[in-house]
Structure formats: C-alpha cells, structure tokens
C-alpha cells in the first residue's frame, strides 16, 4: 500500500511532512479512533491500511509477525485495545494479553523492522486522587483491571530498546463510528429511558477527530515519548449528558447521581478515577496549539452524526 507523494500544509508556516511513511497500518481497524485516523490521515492526501481483529490478533505473537512480514510498515498506529472497562474486571486473562501483551509484541516487531509506533492510552492509568491536571510524568495507580492493563502495555514499549515510540493517553472519547457517551445518552433519551448519570467524576470529553489530527501533527514532528491529549475544558459525566442533550435537542428525564450512589446499584463494575484530566502542556509546547473546547467538538459530532 503507498502514501501520496503529494505535500500538503498543515498550517500557513509548515510544511506537512508525514508523507515520508512509504506504508502506514493501523490497528484495531474496526474501532472508533482507528476510523478517525483513517479519515485524518486521507484528509492529508496519505493512505492508511486499518486492519481488523481477524487478520491480526495483537495478542498474538504469531499474527504479529504475519502482520509486519506482509505490510512492512514504516508507520503503525495501534489503535485496538479490550475497552469493555467493566467486561476486563470479570476477564483480567483476557483484558492483559491485549491491552497489557499486545502492545509490547507490537513494539518487538516495529523496532526489528524500523517501524515508528504510535499508541493509545488512558487517563484510567491514574486514581483521580489529583487536585490538578495529571501531567504525564506523574505517578501513575490505576484502580480497575482496564487502567492496570493499559499501563502494563505502555510499559511494555517503553522496555523495548527503541527510541521510535509515542504513546499518546487520553480520555473520555466521542465520535462518529461505533459506540460512545453521547450516543448512548441520545438514544436512550429519545426511547424514553430515565438517565441517572454520575455527577461526581471529573474529566475531559474528547473528540475522535481533534484527537487524530493532534496525533498526527505530533508524528509530523517526529515526536517521541509519553503525551496527553483531549480537547480543552473540564466536566463531569452528567454535565457531559446534559450539554449532549440540549446540542441534540432531546428532552430526557435526566437526573445526577453520586458515585456512591452508582456504586450500590452497580457494585460489580469498574471503579473509576474521580478526577482524570489530564494537562496537554507538553503538546502544546511541541506544536503551539491547545485543542479546542470539548462543547465545540461536540457541536460538530452532533452535525457529522
Ligand atoms: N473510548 C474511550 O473513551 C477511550 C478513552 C481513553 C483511551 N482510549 C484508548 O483509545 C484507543 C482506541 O479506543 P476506541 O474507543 O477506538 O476503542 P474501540 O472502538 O473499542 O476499538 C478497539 C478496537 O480494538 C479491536 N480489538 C480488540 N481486541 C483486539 C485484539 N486482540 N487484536 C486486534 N484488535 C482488537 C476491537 O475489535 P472488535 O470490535 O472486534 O472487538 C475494536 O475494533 C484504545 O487504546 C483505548 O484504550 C479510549
């Protein structure tokens, strides 16, 4: 698969120079980044191969190298992960080998083929003890088998001796393709359902869109390490089902809910950071931009949607 020659400008001053990857991959195809990527990257002119579950299990050493052997990438966003956040309390096996092992075969392959890898993680590597901004150096303790497992999965490319990785965490995400916060509150609202939502879990709602495109402004850098990434400004899940509300115009009973409270009627389910923002400042001070406000993403998802 080949990438247009062709330049393209990402703002006035700079030159687009992502075109250097001769064969870009991306997996977890089926999900909902890994469709945005798909999007931002042929936006730019670049032509991206998103391959499904089926054709590579990331878990899967030997699936892994079938993968590299047949696409060569110079390249690779892994975008799949085992995102059931409840689902990987009753499977911790299952939620490890993809999230915690397959990252790390991943990175094993990209550095023997010189391969540039680009990852996703969470802000639920964090306990959301915080009283700010969580920067990504900060200590991390995640408290659900989803958090412990991604962050197993970023220290796995992290102990590959290749300097060719960025992992990027982020949080809280909506989009257009698969299934997300704001589509589950619009449909349940307009079915008539009662919506209690919690109203004591702070964080920032992030657009697929605006997360691919900073993801790719980063690679055209050629930045490497550890970022965060979400759009700007801070709420918590109800306020985040109230706004999604009014910008689709539902009329829903909706009513707030503390975390106590969800807790007794969900006891078996995943506990979640209460406060998971996370500070963007080193993105910032690597390209200059700070991603706009979560409401404005918001506005656009209701109108692509
Ligand atoms: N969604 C969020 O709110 C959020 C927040 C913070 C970080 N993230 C991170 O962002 C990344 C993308 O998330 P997303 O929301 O786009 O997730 P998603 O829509 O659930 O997509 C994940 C994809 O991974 C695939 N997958 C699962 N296990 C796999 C395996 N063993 N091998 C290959 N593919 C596998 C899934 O395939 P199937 O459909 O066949 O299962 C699915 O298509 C993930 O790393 C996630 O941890 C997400």
Redesign the pocket.
């Given at each position: 698969m080949g990438v247009s020659p062709m330049h393209l400008f990402v703002n006035d001053s700079m030159e687009f120079r992502m075109d250097v990857y001769r064969s870009i991959l991306i997996?977890?195809?089926?999900?909902?980044?890994?469709?945005?990527l798909v999007d931002a990257l042929t936006a730019k002119g670049l032509a991206a191969t998103a391959?499904?579950?089926?054709e590579?299990?990331?878990?899967?050493p030997e699936?892994v190298t079938r993968l590299f052997e047949k696409y060569n990438p110079s390249l690779l966003f892994?975008?799949?992960?085992?995102?059931?956040v409840d689902l990987c309390e009753d499977e911790p096996d299952k939620a490890n080998?993809?999230?915690g092992e397959?990252p790390g075969n991943l990175a094993r392959l990209a550095q023997e083929h010189g391969t540039k890898l680009v990852?996703?993680?969470?802000?639920?590597v964090f306990d959301g003890q915080s009283d700010r901004p969580y920067k990504p150096n900060d200590q991390t303790h995640p408290i659900s088998v989803?958090g412990e497992t991604?962050l197993r999965?970023e220290k796995r490319i992290q102990q590959v001796d290749s300097p060719d990785w960025l992992i990027v965490?982020?949080?809280?995400?909506?989009?257009r393709?698969?299934?997300?916060?704001p589509q589950t509150m619009v449909k349940m609202g307009q079915a008539g359902r009662p919506l209690r939502v919690v109203s004591d879990q702070f964080g920032s709602p992030?657009s697929?869109v605006d997360l691919s495109e900073a993801t790719l402004e980063l690679v055209d850098r050629s930045a490497g390490g550890l970022f965060h990434i979400t759009n700007s400004g801070i709420t918590s899940w109800y306020e985040f089902a109230q706004t999604t509300l009014r910008e689709f115009g539902v009329e829903a009973d909706l009513a707030p809910l503390t975390t106590t409270e969800w807790v007794k009627l969900r006891p078996k389910q995943a506990k979640r950071p209460l406060y998971s923002v996370l500070d963007g400042e080193k993105y910032t001070a690597i390209t200059g931009k700070t991603l706009r406000h979560w409401t404005e993403a918001l506005s656009d998802y209701r109108t692509h949607s």
């Amino acid at each position: 698969m080949g990438v247009s020659p062709m330049h393209l400008f990402v703002n006035d001053s700079m030159e687009f120079r992502m075109d250097v990857y001769r064969s870009i991959l991306i997996t977890g195809g089926g999900g909902m980044l890994a469709h945005a990527l798909v999007d931002a990257l042929t936006a730019k002119g670049l032509a991206a191969t998103a391959v499904r579950r089926a054709e590579c299990d990331i878990a899967d050493p030997e699936d892994v190298t079938r993968l590299f052997e047949k696409y060569n990438p110079s390249l690779l966003f892994n975008c799949a992960a085992h995102t059931g956040v409840d689902l990987c309390e009753d499977e911790p096996d299952k939620a490890n080998a993809i999230n915690g092992e397959g990252p790390g075969n991943l990175a094993r392959l990209a550095q023997e083929h010189g391969t540039k890898l680009v990852h996703f993680s969470t802000d639920f590597v964090f306990d959301g003890q915080s009283d700010r901004p969580y920067k990504p150096n900060d200590q991390t303790h995640p408290i659900s088998v989803y958090g412990e497992t991604k962050l197993r999965g970023e220290k796995r490319i992290q102990q590959v001796d290749s300097p060719d990785w960025l992992i990027v965490r982020t949080a809280w995400l909506f989009g257009r393709y698969g299934n997300c916060f704001p589509q589950t509150m619009v449909k349940m609202g307009q079915a008539g359902r009662p919506l209690r939502v919690v109203s004591d879990q702070f964080g920032s709602p992030t657009s697929t869109v605006d997360l691919s495109e900073a993801t790719l402004e980063l690679v055209d850098r050629s930045a490497g390490g550890l970022f965060h990434i979400t759009n700007s400004g801070i709420t918590s899940w109800y306020e985040f089902a109230q706004t999604t509300l009014r910008e689709f115009g539902v009329e829903a009973d909706l009513a707030p809910l503390t975390t106590t409270e969800w807790v007794k009627l969900r006891p078996k389910q995943a506990k979640r950071p209460l406060y998971s923002v996370l500070d963007g400042e080193k993105y910032t001070a690597i390209t200059g931009k700070t991603l706009r406000h979560w409401t404005e993403a918001l506005s656009d998802y209701r109108t692509h949607s």
